[in-house]
């Protein structure tokens, strides 16, 4: 069992800045990729970024490209998602999620058994 905990979401307006922290617990966290995904009200669940094991493979939803990175640290436990030039667009609660993805498929869901509570995110126009 992978334990995760994210923090660090709230409200902001737009064009600021977040960054988001999922600390993980339980087994060895440097062997799981990492995956953020995001649900607005009334709309599905959407892949936002993934990073490998080894931190040397990233991937983004085009709807975030060159505004936000992720990045891991093995020796805390944590993965981070920084934020940068937010748009309303981006309201919505914040999931990362722990799993194995074969290659090609980190942005799906069903990929990752393991996923935290959620940190809202709201970004004021």
């Known amino acids: 069992q992978v334990q995760l905990v994210e923090s660090g979401g709230g409200l902001v307006q737009a064009g600021g800045s977040l960054r988001l922290s999922c600390a993980a617990s339980g087994r060895t966290f440097s062997n799981y990729a990492m995956g953020w995904f995001r649900q607005a009200p009334g709309k599905e669940r959407e892949f936002v970024t993934f990073?490998?094991?080894?931190?040397?493979?990233?991937n983004y939803a085009d709807s975030v490209k060159g505004r936000f990175t992720i990045s891991r640290d093995n020796a805390k436990n944590t993965v981070y998602l920084q934020m940068n030039s937010l748009k309303p667009e981006d309201t919505a609660v914040y999931y990362c999620?722990?799993?194995?993805?074969?290659?090609?498929?980190?942005?799906?869901?069903?990929?990752?058994?393991?996923w935290g509570q959620g940190t809202q995110v709201t970004v004021s126009s």
């Open positions: 990073i490998r094991w080894s931190g040397g493979s990233t």
């Open positions: 999620a722990a799993g194995h993805p074969d290659y090609g498929l980190g942005y799906k869901g069903s990929a990752y058994p393991y």
